[in-house]
């Protein structure tokens, strides 16, 4: 199939800005539980009415200290309450936040707030501060800085209180569908980051599609609240996604600024969501937890029945859904129900107890963990999209799951396998193209189409797999994007590096590999007083390996802690053409690399 398209759920085109919601609720359901707020450890909850007033004191401070209807304000944090009204209080003035990566280096942050002429900033604590102020001389139009830490709310609210509350409404009227609602950066081909111009409409689209084809999801038990814990990083189009649906769908919204295990396993059982949505990485964690914990009780080999058991389950069940098996045996169903509260359910508690379902995106999850997860009672919907495409364009629809793919494209969007096996998207998702850079617009929207990059392939139900990448940016299982070129060129400047390929593709980290210069070696030794030794017998060299060390952490320099080399082989022989790693031209051929050095990479990741 080359193919296919689902009809649209959303009857209607979309009306004015995403603040307006706000104010709605508030309206309609001033009572109503919609955030949670962690306060000295407490969460409390935050009604639809105190939400509105938030929002619009806010807004009024903002109004007052000059930000005005279409200036773009960059937003630099972690994932917290604070986000989220700035959001919509600049959204009701018909302003744009431009988010920023928490952890960006100096130079991304001068250039994302150079390329979108950013008038304001707001940053979370002092370091951030300083990063920003240490390239403020190049940031000529940035005028005002805001430290959330510092009381910037506060204050804001305070400057804002002789504004009325007129003005912000009148502003909020003036903003129509097609305006635009964000500009978030994404690694570019080049490796610049490229600002993606996302509108209200898109938002909307994406927000109101999710939540109402996913129904199951975005709802609760009887009785119960639906609720999620937002965990993903804001600046990234999936974390901001998340924050609107739930806005939108009256979903009960709380904030996790930390994604470590060690800080989320705690918060998730804290908050008790009743839905989650996240990376691979996250449900990694959580199954690397559970067995960790059985092997210090001395169960490990229970769990490991667990395990297998759960994945027959999840796959007869699957099978059953799409007619082609009869659903788990008997046997299968007692021995399932044998490990539903010795194993199972302890999984289920980790994350709070009353999580169900769990929407997975960013990057490839294996069969096995979504099977697995199936079988212990939480449904893992796994996804794909762009920050081009305002996050998901595909996702599996609840009664049927495919584990092992991202699922057929989600109603009103339709996916196109081009001739060279590119996927091509086309629905209300899709941006208007990038910011000051009509060339980059032109390469990747074609007639109304959005060439990925990506490679895929559609089954006979129009279900997608992702093949591949046309284009060589990694990304790590926690959904971060980075492009390898610059850093890998870093590395190799240095004299005893010959030559370095970043691995990361579906991996918790970016990590190198990395071949040493024969000459390069061999002055080192030399000025060293040491006699000479093939490059073979100095991969462990611990003055050499340090030496090494000094040439990633200079790299890292060039990029966030998130796009950063965390680790590092150093190879007894080089990539050369007649092994067939590389290309005549002597480009490396990085597919062949990984699987060459397989055993290799698989150490790098070794806890």
Not at 162 to 179: I, L, N
Not at 289 to 310: H, M, N, Q, Y
Not at 545 to 563: D, I, P
């Amino acid at each position: 199939m080359r193919e296919f398209t689902v009809p649209p759920v959303i009857t209607g085109a979309p009306v004015g800005g995403l603040a307006d919601t706000v104010f709605q609720h508030a309206h309609e359901e001033p009572g109503r539980v919609v955030l949670g707020r962690k306060t000295g450890g407490v969460w409390r909850d935050v009604t639809s009415g105190e939400l509105a007033a938030e929002v619009l004191a806010l807004a009024k401070g903002l109004l007052a200290q000059g930000v005005r209807f279409g200036d773009r304000v960059a937003v630099m944090s972690r994932t917290r309450y604070e986000w989220t009204l700035f959001d919509f209080a600049l959204w009701a003035i018909g302003a744009q936040p431009v988010p920023v990566y928490p952890t960006s280096s100096a130079e991304q942050v001068r250039w994302i707030l150079a390329d979108s002429r950013c008038t304001a900033c707001v940053v979370e604590n002092e370091d951030q501060a300083m990063t920003v102020g240490s390239v403020v001389d190049g940031l000529p139009e940035l005028r005002l800085l805001w430290q959330l830490d510092a009381g910037a709310v506060d204050a804001l609210v305070a400057d804002g209180r002789g504004v009325s509350e007129d003005v912000v409404h009148r502003h909020r009227g003036a903003v129509t569908p097609d305006a635009v609602a964000t500009v978030i950066y994404t690694s570019g081909t080049t490796g610049r980051p490229k600002g993606c111009v996302l509108t209200h409409a898109n938002f909307m689209f994406e927000a109101d599609t999710m939540a109402g084809h996913w129904e199951s999801v975005f709802q609760a038990s009887p009785g119960e609240q639906p609720s999620t814990l937002l965990f993903l990083p804001l600046a990234h189009v999936f974390g901001r996604m998340v924050e609107v649906a739930a806005v939108r769908a009256r979903v009960k919204l709380g904030h996790q600024p930390v994604l470590t295990a060690a800080e989320l396993l705690p918060g998730l059982a804290a908050f008790r969501p009743t839905f989650v949505l996240g990376v691979p990485y996250v449900f990694e964690k959580v199954f690397a937890a559970a067995r960790r914990k059985a092997e210090a009780e001395g169960r490990t080999g229970p769990f490991d029945r667990a395990v297998e058991t759960a994945v027959r389950y999840a796959e007869a069940r699957e099978q059953q859904a799409f007619g082609i098996g009869p659903g788990p045996s008997a046997g299968l169903r007692v021995e399932h129900q044998v490990f539903e509260k010795l194993v199972y359910g302890k999984v289920r508690a980790a994350m709070g107890g009353r999580v169900r379902h769990a929407m997975s995106g960013g990057s490839a999850m294996s069969r096995r963990l979504g099977l697995f997860f199936e079988g212990a009672g939480i449904t893992i919907f796994e996804g794909y999209g762009l920050t081009e495409s305002s996050a998901a364009a595909t996702a599996n629809p609840p009664g049927a799951t495919k584990y092992g793919t991202v699922g057929p494209p989600i109603p009103g969007c339709t996916v196109h396998i081009a001739a060279d096996g590119e996927v091509w998207l086309h629905g209300g998702h899709v941006f208007s193209g990038y910011l000051n850079d009509p060339r980059g617009t032109q390469e990747v929207l074609r007639g109304g189409w959005l060439a990925t990059g990506d490679l895929g392939r559609l089954d006979e139900d129009g279900y997608l797999t992702i093949t591949g990448r046309k284009k060589e940016i990694l990304v790590t299982s926690n959904g971060k994007s980075v492009q390898p070129a610059a850093l890998e060129e870093r590395v190799r400047s240095h004299p005893l590096v010959a030559q370095c390929v970043l691995v990361g593709n579906d991996r918790p980290y970016i990590a190198a590999l990395i071949t040493l210069d024969p000459e390069g070696i061999a002055h080192w030794l030399s000025m060293r007083g040491l006699p000479q030794r093939p490059a073979a017998e100095l991969v462990h060299d611990t003055d050499l390996s340090a030496e090494v060390r000094r040439a990633v952490v200079a790299a890292n320099t060039l990029v966030s802690q998130a796009e950063a080399i965390r680790t590092f082989r150093v190879l007894p022989e080089q990539f050369s053409e007649e092994r067939g790693l590389l290309t005549p031209s002597l480009k490396l051929k990085r597919r062949a690399i990984e699987k060459a050095y397989a055993m290799e990479v698989a150490a790098l990741y070794q806890s």
